[in-house]
């Protein structure tokens, strides 16, 4: 039997507060509460809510950096979602928001590859 493997990550914006739970690769949730943006105790609640509904593997939240331009609220949200994944009974895993400039050296990147291996796949192909 295979292990069923879950990923439950919290996002938080202005104004809102976000889950997206993965199972197996698969999404199997998305949910989105204004309420939670309100303050660290209404943000706590619905944490604890989703990481208690879902029993998740894996809980992942955002790792702030002094260069991230999120209010101060969104902040302090965001540092509360990640103490309660910690508290959780759950793997823990705070991650790096790229910046629009990384995305994009990514992207970049990407088509680089991608415009390579058509052109390895051209030369290889011959006409008879």
């Known amino acids: 039997m295979t292990a069923r493997r879950s990923v439950l990550a919290f996002a938080a914006a202005s104004g809102r507060v976000a889950h ?4 197996q690769g698969t999404v199997k949730s998305v949910g989105m509460s204004r309420k939670a943006s309100r303050g660290p105790q209404e943000a706590r609640a619905y944490a ?3 990481i208690e509904r879902f029993r998740s593997d894996t809980v992942i ?3 702030l950096l002094a260069r991230s331009k999120k209010g101060a609220r969104t902040r302090e949200i965001i540092e509360t979602l990640g103490s309660v994944a ?3 009974d759950v ?3 705070a ?3 790229l910046s629009a400039d990384d995305r994009d050296t990514l992207y970049v990147r990407k088509l680089r590859n991608r415009s390579e ?3 390895d796949l051209a030369g290889s192909c ?3």
């Open 95 to 97: 991650v790096v928001r």
């Open 61 to 63: 939240t955002e790792k």
């Open 20 to 23: 997206v739970l993965v199972v």
């Open 117 to 119: 291996r058509l052109d």
């Open 126 to 128: 011959s006409l008879l």
């Open 91 to 93: 793997e823990s895993i």
């Open 48 to 50: 604890a809510r989703q």
């Open 86 to 88: 910690e508290l959780a």
